[in-house]
T-cell receptor
Framework: GESVGLHLPTLSVQEGDNSIINCAYS??????FIWYKQESGKGPQFIID?????DKRQGQRVTVLLNKTVKHLSLQIAATQPGDSAVYFC???????????FGGGTRLMVKP | GAGVSQTPSNKVTEKGKYVELRCDPI?????LYWYRQSLGQGPEFLIY????????DSGLPNDRFFAVRPEGSVSTLKIQRTERGDSAVYLC???????????FGPGTRLLVL
């Protein structure tokens, strides 16, 4: 199948280490944020979301941090596994509409 | 349960032809979205439906693109007089409510020769 993100920023980590993927969002009116994981040839897979009234939210092995002051979002993956290798996108939803605006994506490569 | 499904998974057509891409959302999801993803980029919004009506079609690139959702469930994206620049992955997503997360299907890979 075709590859997603041939020229994306790449984060390479050792299996078992923690990963941090960063995203700068553009719209100060955005009030809802989602992280997606996309493997080659597949659609984006929902990982975790956060609303603007929170600054941290935890899921299973993942944590999202939101800093509205500097319009920054991060995804932390604990004990990264080879199956975590994929392209990760942040997406924002501004109050005015329901479309998601996606960031440029980061490729995560996990070395065994 | 079943996720969002899209058919066909791949479509190859010739410049100038008409194509239809189908999306079957998660059962009970009222909102349905179409996005387009070019190689190396994130998805870009095209249109979304709340029920049967197109609530926002501001992302459609021109009048060759049209989408319908006649019964509030399945949606069809229609592209007339296809051009080589239309080649991309067309993604469909659905959400239970407008305020909830959007769940994506596998996409239709369209190649216009």
């Amino acid at each position: 199948g075709e590859s997603v993100g041939l020229h994306l920023p790449t984060l390479s980590v050792q299996e078992g280490d923690n990963s941090i993927i960063n995203c700068a969002y553009s719209n100060s009116a955005s009030d809802y944020f989602i992280w997606y994981k996309q493997e080659s040839g597949k659609g984006p897979q929902f990982i975790i979301d956060i609303r603007s009234n929170m600054d941290k939210r935890q899921g299973q092995r993942v944590t999202v941090l939101l800093n509205k002051t500097v319009k920054h979002l991060s995804l932390q993956i604990a004990a990264t596994q080879p199956g975590d290798s994929a392209v990760y996108f942040c997406a924002e939803n501004a109050n005015a509409g329901n479309m998601l605006t996606f960031g440029g994506g980061t490729r995560l490569m996990v070395k065994p | 349960g079943a996720g969002v499904s899209q058919t066909p998974s791949n479509k190859v057509t010739e410049k100038g032809k008409y194509v239809e891409l189908r999306c079957d959302p998660i059962s009970g999801h009222t909102a349905l979205y179409w996005y387009r993803q070019s190689l190396g980029q994130g998805p870009e919004f095209l249109i979304y439906f709340q029920g049967t009506g197109a609530a926002d079609d501001s992302g459609l690139p021109n009048d060759r693109f049209f989408a319908v959702r006649p019964e509030g469930s399945v949606s069809t994206l229609k592209i007339q007089r296809t051009e080589r620049g239309d080649s991309a992955v067309y993604l469909c997503a659905s959400s239970l409510t407008l305020a909830g997360p959007q769940y994506f299907g596998p996409g239709t890979r369209l190649l216009v020769l």
